[in-house]
């Protein structure tokens, strides 16, 4: 009898891995392929992307350029911001509009709700975040209080205020798109990283009540939860397969819009949620929480070395 259990439980876990995996695909290339995702353009006249002068979001500015959207860019650096505008002037000839503002402060969606009001927005991508300086303790965090509310701020009400102040206009109109950039680190513990990893968890969950809120208006709400990408925040330099450019990510991502709902977007990185959700599943929470906790321990010893070092050169 138990042999026959083993044998079910295999069959099962074989069944299941399979059926992720034709999903993944289905996801990534044959519903693009077939025309079946959601045509951005079509959503309206505009594309509205935070943090859009570097990695994820200067690559959805691109691409949304790149389908004859108009883009406006928010972020910090004016300097940056109209680099980027002219960059996408030069290559797509599409109109494009920049609002300079830091997303770790209180003060500036006023602003930002006169600046895009009366514009024709069919595109949101709430991409504009942040994360810990390297994983810590949640207790030795230098100037703790600082910086969880410029984390608070930045990953969480950043998202929150634009979907308000953008979402009327979706709904009048019975079209629209927000896409909200969440992490893997949402569906994993993350020592040392306590409060990014519930910013991202709070993301996916918004995103998926209000998918459900908003589906009868025609409103299509995304939750994509990457892995490594080549930018900045990760420090990877180089492209891999596991770490995408960016370029490649959004790509890969758009191809999902409209047919996946919560999604890692890139299929690589599809693979990686399946393998954490099936630990999840068939393991004790233990050991995933412990795995994570050491992977992560090793990045905080290495980044602390590396900061000792550069204080003695000073």
Known sequence: MWEAIGKLSVAFL?????????????????????????NVKKTGEWAVVTGATDGIGKAYAFELARRGMKVVLISRTPFKLQNVAAEINTKYGVETKIIDVDFTKDDI???????????????????VGMSYDHPEYFNKIADADKVFDQLINCNVKSLTKMTRIVLPGMEERQRGLVINLSSLSSIIPAPFLAVYGATKAYIESLTESLGVEYASKNITFQCILPGYVVSNMSKIRRPTLMAPTPTAFVRSSLRTTGVEKRTAGYFMHKLQVFG??????????SVLSSIVFNQLQIVRNKALKRKEREAKAE
């Open 14 to 38: 074989v069944l299941r891995f399979g059926w992720s995996l034709l999903k993944g695909v289905y996801g990534s290339f044959i519903a693009a392929a077939l025309g079946l995702n959601l």
């Open 109 to 127: 969606y006023d602003r930002i709700e006169k600046e895009l009001q009366d514009l024709d927005i069919g595109v949101l991508v709430n991409n």
């Open 276 to 285: 954490i959700e099936f630990l999840k599943m068939h393991l004790p929470g």
